[in-house]
């Protein structure tokens, strides 16, 4: 199971950092992605770290976010910084075994997410 946690409501400019804690699984075989949905809008790619730490972004979130791990908690976390009022969505993240970094589909669990507000 994957939990995220960390969102709220903050001002433009703001940081936040999200936290998506797993549980039931040997954690540190799998690749974690984080994605952001929108109202109205399709679930997209923000940020990706592999089993051995190196991560991706995708240029609308980079390097205002960033990606780590720590396999000892069984936790990655979302450093959001200089955030934009287009940053608004629900955050989730989601675990997988293999296969491409922003394909949805590729992904093995996914948590329930965790609601980012950037106010302008």
């Known amino acids: 199971q994957l939990q995220a946690s960390g969102g709220g409501l903050v001002q433009d400019g703001g940081s936040l950092r999200l936290s998506c804690a797993a549980s039931g699984g040997t954690f540190s075989w799998f690749h974690i992605g984080w994605f952001r949905q929108a109202p109205g809008k399709d679930r997209e790619f923000v940020a990706h770290?592999?089993?051995?730490?190196?991560?991706y972004y995708p240029d609308s979130v980079r390097p205002r976010f960033t990606t780590t791990r720590n396999d000892a908690k069984n936790t990655v976390y979302l450093q959001m910084n200089s955030l934009k009022p287009e940053d608004t969505a629900v955050y989730y993240c989601?675990?997988?075994?293999?296969?491409?970094?922003?394909?949805?589909?590729?992904?093995?669990?996914w948590g329930k997410g965790t609601l980012v507000t950037v106010s302008s």
């Open positions: 989601a675990a997988q075994r293999s296969g491409s970094a922003t394909r949805l589909v590729d992904y093995d669990y």
């Open positions: 770290i592999r089993r051995g730490g190196s991560t």
